[in-house]
């Protein structure tokens, strides 16, 4: 469909037949939203129970880097070597980080209007509600969601093994920022084949099965 919008005779037609301009609109839809890729360090996997020592945002519209949002967030508790080992993150590293409750505004404004996608939001976006109180209702694109739905044949779908696929470099592995840059790739890399899946705006990401 990409390749017939850039056709030089489907554009001379596009000038004469307006209707024809509806496929550039549904096509281009999805490029037009606003998305901020997104993704968090923890103390560990109970929302409820854990906390999030470390936030990342990439903020992008038509494939461009609009903003980028990146902290640190200092724990109410130690954390434990095991979450050093894993993220490298310790807790000289959080001293003197903002607290959760004054990163949670900075972040909101930051997200604000705008598509969260994150790979297994199933994960990130429970922890966020819960810490940042519930305050935000943006619509989620789940890469981990869409893989399976897409690449049906991966041996698994975690990040890496995706970002593999795609033939994209996953570099600093478990940190916020690391994990949201190969998200990003894997995200624009999607997008053509959620295309070819019929669905090219936000309305249609609904299409993606749970």
Not at 52 to 60: G, S
Not at 134 to 145: A, E
Not at 157 to 167: D, E, I, Q
Request: aromatic residues 8%; charged residues 25%.
């Amino acid at each position: 469909m990409i390749d017939l919008l850039e056709d030089k005779e489907f554009q001379r037609l596009e000038k004469i037949y307006p209707f024809l301009s509806r496929a550039r609109e549904e096509v281009c839809g999805m490029e037009k939203e606003t998305f901020s890729i997104v993704d968090i360090e923890t103390t560990g996997l109970d929302y409820t129970k854990s906390e999030i020592i470390e936030i990342a945002a990439i903020k992008v519209q038509n494939g461009d880097v609009k903003d980028i949002y990146n902290t640190l967030i200092k724990p109410a508790a130690e954390i434990t070597p095991n979450i050093e080992r894993l993220t490298g993150i310790n807790n000289d590293l959080v001293l003197g980080s903002p607290v959760i409750s004054d990163v949670a505004p900075k972040f909101l404004f930051f997200i604000e209007n705008t598509i969260l996608v994150a790979h297994n939001s199933d994960f990130d976006i429970p922890f966020l509600k819960h810490h940042l109180q519930n305050k935000f209702t943006n619509q989620i694109l789940c890469t981990l969601k869409a893989s399976r739905y897409l690449l049906p044949n991966l041996a698994n779908h975690k990040l890496h093994t995706v970002a593999k696929y795609f033939n994209i470099d996953a570099q600093n592995r478990h940190r916020a920022l690391g994990d949201v840059e190969t998200t990003l790739g894997m995200f624009l890399k999607m997008i053509p084949l959620l295309q070819s899946k019929g669905i090219y705006k936000k309305e249609d990401l609904q299409k993606i099965p749970g």
